[in-house]
């Protein structure tokens, strides 16, 4: 199965014709857009032109995406909101959680941060694709080059729970590809340089993964 994961859309059309041209051009089976997908205010035109990709997409929501967003990925058809779910795709299982608050040095899942990742470990596994808006504290988070912004709850949700990859965006200027423990993390984030990544995922082998520089 091949997954484009993609973050940080924030609403802007040339970020979304980028993201067109890669699945254009990489043929995945399923996109995969892990928070701010919008810019605050108007997101129906946004939600709108991902339904128009041709593939599923499964999203979940970051610091820039209002409540409101989860409602319309539900209601519109080829999008669909991964929030506090878990959904099989081909036999791949994506569990995902929204929202971020970007805090001074450090980023958290939402105020009642513990409660909420208590709340979705019982749907991660060792086979899951994990899908949040930050990164795991100290994996592909240094913002601005000089800080770890991460979010510890989610460290400690992977460590404990270690799923097979997470897929995670927010810090622009850090997307790429590392480990912790066992488990892969990719941030997507689209920036500059950087559209996003391509995912090649086989549960019987180690998953290729190309960042997309388009």
Not at 4 to 19: F, P, Q, T
Not at 166 to 180: P, S
Not at 191 to 206: Q, T
């Amino acid at each position: 199965m091949r997954i484009y994961a993609v973050a940080d859309i924030h609403g802007k059309e040339s970020k979304m014709a980028r993201m067109k041209t890669a699945i254009d051009r990489f043929q995945p089976d399923v996109a995969v857009v892990a928070g701010d997908i919008t810019n605050y205010a108007g997101p129906r035109p946004v939600i709108n032109r991902l339904a128009g990709m041709g593939i599923p997409v499964l999203c979940i929501g970051g610091n820039s995406d209002l409540g409101r967003v989860e409602t319309l990925l539900e209601k519109t058809s080829g999008t669909t909101s991964l929030h506090n779910r878990q959904v099989t795709l081909n036999g791949v299982s994506f569990v995902g959680i929204s929202g971020t608050i970007p805090l001074p040095f450090r980023s958290r899942i939402s105020l009642r941060e513990n409660r909420a990742l208590k709340a979705l470990a019982p749907l991660v596994t060792e086979r899951s694709i994990l899908v949040a808006h930050p990164p795991p504290l100290g994996t592909r988070d240094r913002a601005g080059g000089r800080f770890h912004a991460g979010s510890r709850g989610l460290r400690n949700l992977v460590t404990r729970k270690q799923p097979r990859m997470v897929i995670c965006g927010h810090i622009h200027e850090d997307a790429g590809i590392t480990t912790l423990e066992r488990t892969i993390v990719v941030n997507c984030a689209m920036n500059r340089k950087l559209s996003g990544a391509i995912i090649d995922w086989d549960l019987e082998n180690p998953p290729g993964i190309e960042m997309a520089a388009l």
